[in-house]
């Protein structure tokens, strides 16, 4: 059974999650050619002020 993890910056609508995560698991269903009910896919929100980039914060928390 494949097992998605996909981390995303925090704001993402859960449409647009529902969507992702749809899509990957189509993607995975067809090449693989699995069920949809075999693939789990975990989207998981991570603050911006814990997603760095080049060493920096992508978003600076509040009152720092």
Known sequence: MP???IRI???HSQKRKNEISRR????ISEVA???MEA???V???VPGSDWFVA???V???KGS
């Open 3 to 5: 097992f998605v993890s």
């Open 9 to 11: 910056l925090e704001g």
């Open 24 to 27: 990957v698991a189509e993607a």
């Open 33 to 35: 050619e699995l069920p």
């Open 39 to 41: 693939i789990w896919v």
């Open 43 to 45: 989207i998981e929100d």
């Open 55 to 57: 060493g920096k914060p």
């Open 59 to 61: 978003r600076e928390p």
